[in-house]
């Protein structure tokens, strides 16, 4: 984040850090199934309120076992890549055989967001962080300033409110790829229709012992003919 100097009347400084994000990123989803993780976020990114960028990529891999998401500062979450990027090559240089799996990438976001925010300059961004290594499956999240939790499926944003709850209905732990990418694109419409935020143009990527794939990106049917959609304010009082 930026750091700006002030100076009153020549005598004293401080330092000012900005405490609010720019430009931002709405939800990610991401579960487990039968092989592996499974990860769902849009391409939207809003400057303020204004959807200004459409094809920004929220889903990235890290290393040979994990795959990362996030929602949030755009800018910080390229911070953050940057940073698991020299975590990663610091780990190769070992040579030793051995490499970073996801909970150790987890732990260590962990403790990044929560050194940041102690600083009181956070990384805006909460995060989902899943992969596989050795057979075991691993999906988590961090938020801005730290808080972090193991679970069968996670969402941030929006996701937390409205896509959890059907997730807690549908979601099974012998789910097929197809099924998970079924029950993710229907999280991901309803998000889509209660979101402003959101964009009809998304990606999912599976991580699994045999590597990463991010699809390419596509959009959702959807239907926008319901009662409640043509007429919003019908018995809502004062409204326009």
Known sequence: MKLLDSTDSGNSSSIERTQYPYVTG?????????????????????????????????????????????????????????????????DNMWDDGNSLGPKEVHNYLTRMMYNRRNKFDPLWNSL??????????????????????????????????????????????????????????????VLLYRDRSAVNKLQIAKITEEGVTVSQPYALKTFWNFNAFQNPTVGAEGSW
């Open 26 to 90: 709405t939800s990610v989803i991401g579960i487990k199934y039968k092989d592996g993780i499974l990860m769902a976020a849009d391409m939207g990114a809003s400057y303020g309120s204004t959807l200004r960028y459409k094809s920004v990529e929220r889903v990235k891999p890290v290393g040979k076992h994990s795959l990362i998401g996030a929602s949030g500062e755009i800018s910080d979450f390229q911070e953050i890549l940057r940073s698991l990027d020299e975590l990663i090559l610091y």
């Open 128 to 189: 989902v962080l899943g992969g596989v290594k050795n057979g075991q499956k691993y999906l988590g999240m961090v938020s801005m300033i730290g808080v972090h939790f193991e679970d069968n499926h996670v969402a941030t944003g929006f996701g937390n409110h409205l896509a959890r709850p059907i997730l807690r209905d549908e979601w099974h732990e012998n789910l097929t790829f197809e099924d998970g990418v079924k029950l993710l694109e229907k999280c991901m419409r």
